[in-house]
Every structure is written in C-alpha cells, then in structure tokens.
C-alpha cells in the first residue's frame, strides 16, 4: 500500500501496477526490471528469457515516495513521483530474493531461497543504484 487513496499490484510476469483505490484506475505500470544484457548472444538471451523467476515480482514494500521490488535475484526501487525504477542491484542474491523490508536510513535488507540475508544502502538519487554495505552479507 502507498497511501489510503493507492495500492499496487505485483505478478510473476514482472509487471508492477499503481492503482488508485478510489475509481480502480492505473496510476502508473512498470515491467522494464528485467532485460538481456546486450553481450549475450541470441542463444543466451532466449533461454534466459524463458524463466519466469529472472522477471517475477516475488515480494515488494513500499513508503510514501517509492516501492522496493524483489524481482528473481534482484532488487529495484521505484519511484512514485518519477514513475519509473531509480535504483537497482540486478544480481542481489546467488537465488530469487523472496523478502525485502525498509530499514531506517535508507537501507533495505533481503533474504533469498538459498538462506542469505543481506543489507543494502541505497546511494544518493544522481547515482541511481543500490550497493551493498561493508557487513552486507549474512547467513540466516
């Protein structure tokens, strides 16, 4: 949930929904989390393609200015007022990240299938991406 008046919506197909709750109209759509990096050959590209955990929203929260997706092994941070991902760490786990929760002081922590847990702090906005934090890496 967003605020009272907006919710959003995740699926398996990597599509990520802002509604307002009032009238059920889209607010805002993302499914840009995932795309093939361009040296990957053709081969490559279409078998990473086919698995639907590479672009699958598994489990996302949000506050008042962005959601934070956990998309296959990824994380993304989106933002409202922007509509689109202003941050990213593509490769967060070795396994599909299943949970992601806000920390105070811009940081994220996030656990995979493989038993991982890591924290993340997001840089400034100029930089546009999420790293981890010197003691980022835990085993659960």
Known sequence: MTTDLSFVTGSHVGELIIWD???????????????PSPQL????????????NDISIHHFTCDEENVF????RGLYVYSLQMKRVI???KTAHDSNVLHVARLPNRQLISCSEDGSVRIWELREKQQ?????????????
């Open 21 to 35: 709750a009032l009238d059920w109209t889209m607010q805002a759509y993302e499914r840009n989390f995932w795309d």
């Open 87 to 89: 941050a990213c760490q």
């Open 41 to 52: 050959d053709t081969q490559q590209e279409i078998k990473l393609c086919q698995k639907s």
């Open 128 to 140: 546009l991406a999420a790293e981890p934090v010197p003691t980022g890496f835990f085993n659960m």
């Open 69 to 72: 997706a956990a998309v296959g």
